[in-house]
């Protein structure tokens, strides 16, 4: 095993014991530092995300074991190695990855989801780019291919993910009917890269993608609200286009009748990031692309604000209520 430097026993993070709301955040000082496992690397997180997906976890809308650290992504450096297939990966790397545990000053990670920082990207926006913004890629390339010239639909344009879907979109000539909550949240949208952009009144989405698609409906919506807007996606596609379901803002989306979908030849799909970068040259592929997105394309890496890691309730109230629009990072 390879270290940096003499590690401390013990380290700063957030534990959770039980389901429920921001209160059983606990912020700890006295959490052991992980022991690494063979394929492993131990990070110095330097900054690290939140996701919508966290709260999940926190409310037991996903179950998942306790006591736990919530947290998908880090960016800092590695102190130190394990044994096992580490993917040319050494102490003093500068790093972001993608696993569990994120929310405290050391984390354990598979070497297999952990990726080397260009020189031309700041560990800030690898943070924020690395979980959203392969989300995004990787709906627009695998849960539906769109080609250039189709006209789709973005929910929650604003949001982390939201904003990616623009410029990624963007990017590929494909235009973009964005709903968003407010004027402000609206104009994020449409300077990322959304052509439309209009509030979540089923009528006047309805209206807009009349318009916009010449009554055929959209090639494909990119829903990360659920419950609430999964109705107006269905009226909202085109007859043989995709439904891609990708989050839980609202809550759920209900149970329905499948034969609903035969009406326009509906495809569905709830895909999750992780099952399209499951290898390790999947996530090689699509993360170096992402790199040269951002630096090729200067992709606008949206940073909502900078939270010390101890009040990361207030980030969580913050992403639940609504009032974001950009990525949420914390500070150990």
Not at 28 to 33: F, Q, S
């Amino acid at each position: 095993m390879a270290s940096s430097t003499s590690l401390p026993k013990t380290m700063k993070g957030i534990l959770i014991e039980k389901t429920g709301g921001t209160e059983v955040l606990q912020y700890k000082t006295d959490i052991p530092v992980p022991e690494l496992k063979e394929g492993e690397v131990l990070v110095r997180n330097d900054i690290i995300g939140v996701n919508y997906i966290d709260t999940y976890f926190r409310t037991g809308l996903y179950p998942s074991p306790m006591p736990m650290i919530l947290g998908r992504e880090a960016a800092g450096h590695i102190v130190s190695t394990g044994p096992g297939a580490l993917h040319d990966l050494a102490v003093s790397d500068r790093v972001v990855w993608m696993a569990t545990g994120a929310y405290a000053e050391y984390t354990a990670v598979p070497a297999s989801k952990t990726i080397k920082i260009p020189a031309k990207i700041s560990n800030e926006v690898a943070c924020a780019a690395i979980l959203q913004g392969l989300t995004a890629t990787t709906l627009v390339e695998e849960a539906h291919h769109v080609e250039k010239g189709d006209v789709v639909l973005v929910h929650a344009a604003a949001g982390g993910v939201g904003l990616w879907l623009c410029q990624v979109l963007h990017a590929k000539h494909v235009r973009v009917i964005g709903t968003a909550s407010t004027d402000a949240k609206r104009a994020e949208a449409k300077r990322a890269g959304a052509s439309v952009v209009c509030g979540y009144d089923k009528e006047e989405v309805l209206e807009v993608v009349k318009r916009e698609t010449d009554g055929h409906g959209v090639r494909a919506v990119f829903d990360g609200v659920g419950k609430t807007t999964w109705e107006l996606s269905l009226e909202a596609v085109a007859r043989k286009g995709s439904v891609i379901s990708f989050g839980n803002a609202s809550g759920a989306v209900e149970p329905f009748t499948i034969s609903r979908l035969s009406a326009k030849n509906v495809k569905i799909a709830r895909p999750t990031l992780f099952n399209y970068i499951y290898t390790r040259e999947e996530f090689e592929t699509y993360a170096n692309e992402l790199f040269g997105m951002i630096i090729e394309d200067n992709f606008d890496v949206k940073v909502h604000e900078t939270y010390p890691l101890a009040d990361v309730a207030r980030a969580h109230n913050d992403i639940e209520g609504r009032k974001t629009s950009g990525k949420l990072l914390l500070k150990p």
